[in-house]
């Protein structure tokens, strides 16, 4: 079954740390891009990061120096390390998989962040 399975998320204060993950199933995971999108309530879906089959990263300018997005290919996972994270941050965290114009999706991990 092809599936992508987010975890990690929750309730943390501002200036704090969080690390997703999202755990893949089903397909040949090295071969895939795999990004995170993010969505905040009342806004469009947006992605924040992604990482090649290569390891080549991209990040928004909303989180460049704040987050890491890394991947093992030995345990099918990609991860999202969140550091001093803001309010605005708050949203709720998808994992996206990409090859040739082919999408998985995962059911997303809410993170919330107060202040």
């Known amino acids: 079954q092809v599936q992508l399975v987010e975890s990690g998320g929750g309730l943390v204060q501002l200036g704090g740390s969080l690390r997703l993950s999202c755990a893949a199933s089903?397909?040949?995971?090295?071969?895939?891009?795999m990004r995170w999108y993010r969505q905040a309530p009342g806004k469009e879906r947006e992605l924040v990061a992604d990482?090649?089959?290569?390891?080549?990263?991209y990040y928004a300018d909303s989180v460049k120096g704040r987050f890491t997005i890394s991947r093992d290919n030995a345990k099918n996972t990609v991860y999202l390390q969140m550091n001093s994270l803001k309010p605005e941050d708050t949203a709720v965290y998808y994992c996206?998989?990409?090859?040739?114009?082919?999408?998985?999706w995962g059911q997303g991990t809410q993170v919330t962040v107060s202040s």
């Open positions: 089903g397909f040949i995971f090295s071969s895939y891009i």
């Open positions: 990482i090649s089959p290569a390891s080549n990263t």
């Open positions: 996206n998989a990409e090859r040739l114009n082919k999408f998985i």
